[in-house]
């Protein structure tokens, strides 16, 4: 089993910036490839970007640029830098881990509890 807790997250301007962290624990290995989601009230749960164990990134169309995924093997952990935050990113951002090859789908083997994520425009 891996337990992920998200972090960082809060109430930001429009323009601003975040930086979302998720520390893994339990069963943890740096051949997960890990993933951020997102899920605004209404709407379904939606792919942000994801990260391999060979540091491959793969990004949604919508990131434009503006988001930043990365990890630390040594801390278990996984960052998701966001950048000039508009009223459209505000939602629950989700870490997930899969063993395997990163996927823009929601066949992740664990999920966080998530961390909100408010952009006041």
């Known amino acids: 089993q891996v337990q992920l807790v998200e972090s960082g997250g809060g109430l930001v301007q429009a323009g601003g910036s975040l930086r979302l962290s998720c520390a893994a624990s339990?069963?943890?290995?740096?051949?997960?490839?890990m993933g951020w989601f997102r899920q605004a009230p209404g709407k379904e749960r939606e792919f942000v970007a994801a990260i391999s164990w060979s540091d491959r990134i793969y990004y949604a169309d919508f990131v434009k640029g503006r988001f930043t995924i990365s990890r630390d093997n040594a801390k278990n952990t996984v960052y998701l830098q966001m950048n000039s935050l508009n009223s459209e990113d505000t939602a629950v951002y989700y870490c997930a881990a899969r063993l395997g090859p990163p996927l823009g789908t929601l066949k992740y083997d664990y999920w966080g509890q998530g961390t909100q994520v408010t952009v006041s425009s």
């Open positions: 339990g069963r943890t290995s740096s051949s997960y490839s």
